[in-house]
């Protein structure tokens, strides 16, 4: 009888195990499935105005590795006139992002009515003052210099010149010998790539294609064509 009764015994405990591994099958199965049905969330950055301050960032819970996609441009710092800018913003997912995490851009807008002045034209006006001896006006105007990037006004009526130390704002049209088109960035003229972004080294290539690989166009080949036909000779005697 105690022998038949541990036997029962033992059949429950493992029915009781079974059924507890079916069950945690069960759970794990169903949690599988729904974290493959969860769907992927942006990671871009959302950007409402052209000011810096007012970009809103979407919560991300998830980590992924590497870059999120890059927002979209901002608005254009000026609404006429060159050296406008845009930027992009993008949102790193772990510590092992390589690469900007902001790039800009020049855009090309309709330009300003004539007779308006420039952006280094004002930043010169503001330093105008008056001399304390002889009353008379000081007018400083721009001049072109070596390091165009930084802030240098002459006067107008003693011809002084003179470097205020002070970076000219992002997106100042600026000269380099090695490019074609350069632009300030952070006090340094930095080039501009085909694509209009600051420190891009995009190219055009043959076909006319911004970035392409000149495959894009097909390429004329030309090759001789026989006549087949002699013309008459240059004498009507004698050799050669």
């Known amino acids: ?30 949690r599988r499935k729904t974290l493959r049905s969860t769907p992927k969330p942006d990671l871009s950055y959302n950007v409402s105005t052209s ?28 609404t006429c006139g060159g050296g406008g800018i845009q930027f992009q913003l993008r949102r790193c997912l772990d510590v092992r992002c390589s690469g900007p995490s902001k790039r800009h851009r020049l855009c090309e807008i309709q330009e300003c009515p004539y007779g308006s002045r420039t952006d280094v034209e004002i930043e010169c006006s503001l330093r105008d003052t008056v001399f304390s001896g002889n009353n008379l006006p000081e007018r400083w105007i721009p001049l072109l210099h070596k390091n165009q990037c930084t802030l240098v006004c002459q006067s107008e009526l003693t011809g002084q010149n003179r470097n205020f130390n002070t970076s000219l704002k992002d997106g100042t049209v600026c000269k380099r010998e090695d490019v074609e088109k350069a632009a300030c960035l952070q006090g340094k003229c930095e080039r501009v790539g085909c694509d209009m972004i600051i420190g891009s080294s995009a190219q055009f290539d043959q076909c006319g294609v911004c970035g392409g690989n000149g495959e894009s166009c097909g390429r004329n080949v030309f090759r001789w064509k026989d006549t087949q036909q002699f013309s008459p000779c240059d004498k009507t005697c004698g050799p050669d």
């Open 51 to 78: 000011n810096e301050n007012h970009i809103f960032v979407d919560e991300i819970e998830e980590q992924i590795l590497g870059w999120a996609k890059w927002s979209q441009w901002s608005a254009c710092s000026k």
């Open 1 to 30: 009888m105690q022998v038949l009764f541990t036997g029962v015994w033992n059949w429950l405990i493992l029915c009781l195990l079974l059924s507890s591994i079916i069950q945690t099958g069960a759970i794990l199965t169903g």
